[in-house]
């Protein structure tokens, strides 16, 4: 594989009926020619697992948390081939990811030869058909109805210094 960043992570919060703190969805695409096979994905979160019970994943292994270090597997002969992608559900956080930057912060691959493979990420995005999906006025705000206006006036500011005005 060339230098370059060939992975690319992307996740989305959704709420959850019974869980007030949702789930994250992420999927893991292969930007690479080549394909790839026993790997583990490691991402940094605010957002973390709870560690006191066991979290709730669909299509892949929870390896371990450490405060935001997190470390899931694909599912046993998974083979990520090229421009594929590898989607996977985490649910039982310790709160709702509801803001852009509660999402991945940082992620990296690491290959079945122990070689580390940088990841490149997409903040987080709201999930679509969602009361979080609507865009709040914040510009970091991804969830209109639970922020209720609350940021009103983090919003002048940041909006402006942002976008160059109303």
Known sequence: MATAVQFRLENTWHPVEGDPCGAFVFTLVNLSDVAIADFKLA????TRVKD???PVIANATFLKRNANFHQFAPPAGFVLEPGASWQFHVG???RPAKHRSDGAKSAYLTLSTGQHAAV???AQR???GTSAGRPCRRALCYAALAC?????GWH???R???SGGW
Request: hydrophobic share 30%; proline share 4%; no cysteine.
């Open 160 to 162: 402006g210094a942002l």
């Open 148 to 152: 209720k206006g609350r940021h009103r």
């Open 43 to 46: 991402y940094t979160s605010l």
């Open 120 to 122: 490149v990420r997409r």
């Open 126 to 128: 709201p999930a679509t």
């Open 92 to 94: 039982g956080l310790w």
């Open 52 to 54: 006191s019970q066991e």
């Open 156 to 158: 002048r500011i940041s």
